[in-house]
């Protein structure tokens, strides 16, 4: 087993694989090092002499600059390091397209045809609301018709609760409505109920036309206020959509369909060795297949965000990028906050020492494929490919944007271990074996093998082999836990 890696020939730091004694001596390159601490896995180690204002460079890239001496041998952390990074900034647009030459196999997965051409993964039955104080009725609602009716012919019936959709102004309002319009109108449903309370501000009228086109067979609408009894008639309602519901079945579709959204979240410092390159490797064979990925998290590209600029396929969709990081940072300056207030605590310990090197980490969940389009918050995919999506760093959040946008899953890779999930199937990917062993009731994969030498081509078959059962009904923990929930962004002023 590898106890260290130099990840790119540039870099002046090996990045630990498992826990190093002080007293270890490390080879590389013919040279010896003797460390002079204990260093956790993750963490960094310096193999050059780096003086005072120096760049510390990983991944071939700059990823801060030291405040004192750094010896060889020594922890390179935050007791040593700072950002780079500074405020709003200009950028050119410096084409850097990589061709990506892999074969189409013709892959396909079972899945469900619906009938405006659009493809889900499941075929669940959702009750939607538009307004937080009626959770408790779709609770109850859902309670009714399960004793009522055995729903074994359809995969699960749930409620994505929230606590908005009235109180809310401008920018806010438009936000609740744009998700849950997108969630009502998502694939894997095969039939929603929308439930109403009738007073709020996220009202059902003017909802049911922000739907625009919909299936009147597989959407049906409550407003609790307008009869005797909102239990009985959601009861009745729900039984109409799983009538209609019970008659699907999954049929063999094109891999080309699936979308697939890119989240990390609880990073380590083995993230951007393991699991996100091996999503960005996925992410490069999925398009190469005719189907797409969207990448979020926008905060988390500060400082890695001209990589992803000089992928842009366009000067036109380099443009929309820039819209889309400055737009952030001046959302963070709007509210007087710190632009680089990251990485986290629980990052940070995992060896994580900067927000240039959790975003160059990143974005290797994003592989190397051209960018062709930017998603604006509650937008819905149009092209084919890699896009990415303005949304925030949190992982419910940015989870259920990439849900709204239209993922059908969302692979979430994770160093540290998380057991939530969103309102679409949510894959926990591990960055190294012992989370992998210790959580199994909430991580579904291991790509901490690849720091154990598996190589990524065989991790890879393996991966795509378990994306195809997972599209084609295996559940994942989240759903095996019955964890799944929505939260939306927010931004302004609560009534």
């Not at 002079?36 to 890239?61: L, P, Q, T």
């Not at 669940?124 to 309670?143: D, Q, S």
Request: aromatic letters at 8%.
């Amino acid at each position: 087993m590898k106890r260290f890696i130099k990840i790119n020939s540039k870099d002046n730091v090996i990045v630990a694989l498992t826990n190093l004694k002080k007293t270890d001596i490390l080879e590389l390159e013919g040279k010896k090092i003797n460390l002079k601490a204990d260093i956790k896995r993750g963490h960094k180690v310096a193999i050059e002499k780096i003086k005072s204002g120096e760049r510390i460079i990983k991944y071939g890239y700059p990823i801060g600059c030291a405040t004192k001496n750094i010896d060889v041998g020594e922890w390179v952390h935050t007791q040593n390091v700072e950002t780079n990074l500074e405020g709003i900034l200009e950028y050119n647009y410096n084409p850097n397209i990589k061709s990506i030459d892999i074969e189409n196999r013709k892959l396909s997965f079972r899945g469900y045809k619906r009938e405006n051409g659009k493809v889900g993964i499941r075929n669940e039955l959702w009750i939607i609301p538009t307004v937080g104080c009626v959770n408790g009725i779709g609770e109850m609602i859902i309670r009714k018709f399960k004793e009522e009716v055995n729903p074994k012919k359809i995969d699960e019936v749930k409620i994505f609760k929230h606590n908005y959709g009235c109180s809310q102004l401008g920018e806010d309002h438009e936000n609740t409505k744009a998700i849950l319009r997108d969630i009502v109108k998502h694939p894997n449903a095969g039939g929603v109920l929308v439930l109403g309370l009738g007073c709020e501000n996220n009202h059902m009228e003017g909802f049911i036309d922000s739907l625009g086109e919909y299936n009147k067979e597989r959407t049906k609408f409550l407003v609790a206020q307008e009869v005797d009894d909102e239990i009985l008639e959601g009861v009745k309602l729900l039984k109409q959509l799983y009538k209609n519901m019970k008659k699907d079945i999954r049929q063999e579709i094109p891999i080309s369909e699936l979308v697939i959204g890119l989240k990390c979240g609880g990073s380590d410092g083995l993230s951007g060795i393991t699991a996100n390159p091996l999503l960005g490797e996925f992410s490069d064979f999925l398009i190469s297949q005719g189907g797409s990925s969207i990448l979020t998290e926008v905060p988390e590209m500060f400082g890695a965000e001209t990589i992803l600029m000089d992928r842009c396929v366009s000067k036109g969709i380099f443009d929309k990028t820039v819209k889309l990081i400055n737009d952030f940072k001046e959302y963070f300056i709007g509210h007087n906050q710190v632009v680089y207030e990251n990485p986290s605590p629980g990052n940070k310990a995992g060896g994580i020492t900067t927000l240039e090197e959790k975003s160059l980490g990143c974005i290797q969940k994003s592989g190397s494929s051209g960018v062709v389009d930017v998603l604006k918050y509650g937008d819905v995919i149009k092209k084919k490919g890699l896009n990415l999506l303005s949304a925030p760093g949190n992982d419910l959040v940015a989870a259920t944007a990439l849900g709204a946008s239209g993922c059908h899953m969302v692979l979430f890779t994770t160093g540290r271990g998380t057991p939530f999930g969103s309102f679409v199937p949510t894959m926990k990917i591990s960055t190294n074996s012992n989370l992998y062993k210790q959580k199994t009731n909430w991580i579904d994969f291991n790509a901490g093998v690849l720091a154990e030498d598996v190589s990524m081509k065989e991790l890879l078959q393996e991966f795509i082999d378990y994306i195809i059962r997972v599209a084609s009904g295996e559940y994942v923990n989240n759903e095996k836990n019955k964890f799944s929930e929505i939260a939306i962004f927010k931004t302004g002023v609560t009534l």
